[in-house]
T-cell receptor, first 113, second 111 residues
Framework: DGGITQSPKYLFRKEGQNVTLSCEQN?????MYWYRQDPGQGLRLIYY???????QKGDIAEGYSVSREKKESFPLTVTSAQKNPTAFYLC????????????FGEGSRLTVL | GQQVMQIPQYQHVQEGEDFTTYCNSS?????IQWYKQRPGGHPVFLIQ?????EVKKQKRLTFQFGEAKKNSSLHITATQTTDVGTYFC???????????FGKGTKLSVKP
């Protein structure tokens, strides 16, 4: 079945450690996105990529990094510079840039101990 | 910057009662989308509205896009326990703009 796979589903890390969240899609979508969700805050855009080897900062990019070496993959690294990394992270994709529905993965819940 | 405000933040209803959530944008939107997120789940696309004054229905759900394309609403008639979740609106400021999400309305339904 086509879809978006995020892993791991749950992740614990110690302060000062970098962690990478995986996002893979087999929908042949050009555009991919990373959102952060905190209780009562809705979805906030971290980074997005509209084409391979290109990505743009979203509203809250500080302390995060991404890469887009393959169309299917858009991993997110939460660095030690991110001051409050505990959150639910959602990856999404859509066929092209511009309008259109977002398809979301099941999310990764990161807890910093 | 562009903002999308959504109210109420929470709504508790008795099963069978109606429910409405409202979205307002600080700027004119090219389109608006609605998503539903079940507890512990991920957002799932419900619908997209594009035209000024557009009204769309999906069974008990009615979606409206304002004449000025700056506001939208989702109305659920006769809620059921399966309607529980958080409903998000998300607006596009332009064809190349990213979606701006409202903070969502969390709906709980008492059987």
């Amino acid at each position: 079945d086509g879809g978006i796979t995020q892993s791991p589903k749950y992740l614990f890390r110690k302060e000062g450690q970098n962690v990478t969240l995986s996002c893979e899609q087999n929908l042949n979508h050009d555009a991919m996105y990373w959102y952060r969700q905190d209780p009562g805050q809705g979805l906030r855009l971290i980074y997005y990529s509209q084409i391979v080897n290109d990505f743009q900062k979203g509203d809250i990019a500080e302390g995060y990094s991404v890469s887009r070496e393959k169309k299917e993959s858009f991993p997110l690294t939460v660095t030690s510079a991110q001051k409050n990394p505990t959150a639910f992270y959602l990856c999404a994709s859509r066929p092209g840039q511009g309008v259109g529905e977002l398809f979301f993965g099941e999310g990764s819940r990161l807890t910093v101990l | 910057g562009q903002q999308v405000m959504q109210i109420p933040q929470y709504q508790h209803v008795q099963e069978g009662e109606d429910f409405t959530t409202y979205c307002n944008s600080s700027t004119t939107l090219s389109n608006i989308q609605w998503y539903k997120q079940r507890p512990g789940g991920h957002p799932v696309f419900l619908i997209q509205l594009v035209k000024s004054g557009e009204v769309k229905k999906q069974k008990r759900l009615t979606f409206q896009f304002g004449e000025a394309k700056k506001n939208s609403s989702l109305h659920i008639t006769a809620t059921q326990t399966t309607d529980v979740g958080t409903y998000f609106c998300a607006g596009h400021g332009g064809s190349q703009g990213n979606l701006i999400f409202g903070k969502g309305t969390k709906l709980s339904v008492k059987p």
